[in-house]
């Protein structure tokens, strides 16, 4: 667990071929829901340890906008940085600032700030993705569905510096 089990995340969400198709994002509506790589943004001041697990679970209520991706995803990577006043909103801005990810569905996520989202479509592959974030982050862990993984603790911690 994670010192005081808060934090930031980025969830790298892969939404394979099998499972594009059109969803229903709460309020928003209905959307199509193309295949490829999303990225989302969020936050937990108590609870990340919770609020990971619930992201990649199989079965839950629909709760969140990213509810509509995660429940497709056929694979969930996530990755960690301790909570910092604005760093879910910078992370979300940078996404598309940099041009990693475009706004999939506007509001999704960002219901309580200024942000257009806190959930993008990628522009580049999963695998730089995955790249970037582990050069910024604690990876928090690899998850596939069906492998039944229980320890929510990182998998490796890298010096920073």
Not at 8 to 20: G, M, N, S
Not at 150 to 158: A, F, M, N
Request: proline residues 6%.
């Amino acid at each position: 667990m994670l010192l005081n089990d808060s934090g930031v995340y980025v969830l790298l969400i892969e939404v394979p071929p099998t499972a594009a198709g059109s969803v229903q994002v709460g309020r928003l509506g209905e959307h199509f829901l193309p295949a490829g790589p999303y990225l989302y943004v969020g936050s937990a001041r108590r609870g990340l340890s919770k609020r990971i697990a619930r992201h990649e679970a199989r079965r839950k209520q629909t709760h969140w906008h990213v509810d509509a991706v995660t429940l497709r995803a056929g694979r969930i990577r996530s990755w960690v940085w301790p909570h910092r006043p604005g760093l879910e909103c910078r992370l979300a801005r940078a996404v598309v600032g940099r041009g990693l990810g475009q706004v999939w569905v506007g509001g999704c996520g960002s219901s309580d700030c200024s942000c257009a989202s806190h959930l993008f479509r990628a522009t580049v592959s999963a695998g730089r993705l995955q790249r970037l974030l582990c050069a910024q982050a604690t990876p928090y862990r690899d998850w596939r569905p069906g492998e039944g993984q229980s320890s929510h603790e990182p998998t490796k911690r890298r010096p920073r510096g």
